[in-house]
T-cell receptor, first 112, second 115 residues
Framework: DTGVSQDPRHKITKRGQNVTFRCDPI?????LYWYRQTLGQGPEFLTY????????KSRLLSDRFSAERPKGSFSTLEIQRTEQGDSAMYLC??????????FGDGTRLSIL | SQQGEEDPQALSIQEGENATMNCSYK?????LQWYRQNSGRGLVHLIL?????REKHSGRLRVTLDTSKKSSSLLITASRAADTASYFC???????????????FGKGTLLTVNP
């Protein structure tokens, strides 16, 4: 399967812990996106990269959140000092410039 | 914040019937896209319609766009049980570095197709 891959699929952690998610985009897709989706809602844009450059960040991305895309390939999204409100599905997508986005199956984060 | 609002929130039909979902949005757009999401999975791109287009077809899908009313509709003809999923409209108002880099999704319509 050469689609967008996200790891882990599920993450359960205690409040206050740090978590890191990984996204492997479709190869040759220079754009990579992170979204957050809560139950009953559509995805909300968090940030996007063009190659290794992070070009835009949503206000939703507080200073506890950081995303990287070293070398313009895979990306990581880290949440520090997790809070109950961080419980959500975190979706990654990738695309060539100007083309529709291809989504991974997400990482479901549950905060105890 | 959500830009698109789908209507209805939930729709239940019998296999073979047509399903129509509507989407309204608030700001000017470059294009509008429809995505499908099966439970617990990621989103799958269905169709994109540009702001200068009024109607587009893809297989059993028909999308219309009325920019004067800031609304779009998705019609699925001859529905199948496998069409059961949530359907989202997403608008692209990006102007920097080309379009389609920042999508704003609605809350979705949950479609159930009964066999």
């Amino acid at each position: 399967d050469t689609g967008v891959s996200q790891d882990p699929r599920h993450k359960i952690t205690k409040r206050g812990q740090n978590v890191t998610f990984r996204c492997d985009p479709i190869s040759e897709h220079n754009r990579l996106y992170w979204y957050r989706q809560t139950l009953g809602q559509g995805p909300e844009f968090l940030t996007y990269f063009q190659n290794e450059a992070q070009l835009e960040k949503s206000r939703l991305l507080s200073d506890r959140f950081s995303a990287e895309r070293p070398k313009g390939s895979f990306s990581t999204l880290e949440i520090q000092r997790t809070e109950q409100g961080d419980s959500a599905m975190y979706l990654c997508a990738s695309s060539p410039r100007g083309q529709p986005q291809h989504f991974g199956d997400g990482t479901r984060l549950s905060i105890l | 914040s959500q830009q698109g609002e789908e209507d209805p929130q939930a729709l239940s039909i019998q296999e073979g019937e047509n399903a129509t979902m509507n989407c309204s949005y608030k700001t000017s757009i470059n294009n509008l896209q429809w995505y499908r999401q099966n439970s617990g999975r990621g989103l799958v791109h269905l169709i994109l319609i540009r702001s200068n287009e009024r109607e587009k077809h893809s297989g059993r899908l028909r999308v219309t766009l009325d920019t004067s009313k800031k609304s779009s509709s998705l019609l699925i003809t001859a529905s199948r049980a496998a069409d059961t999923a949530s359907y989202f409209c997403a608008t692209d108002a990006g102007t920097s570095g080309g379009s389609n880099y920042k999508l704003t999704f609605g809350k979705g319509t949950l479609l159930t197709v009964n066999p």
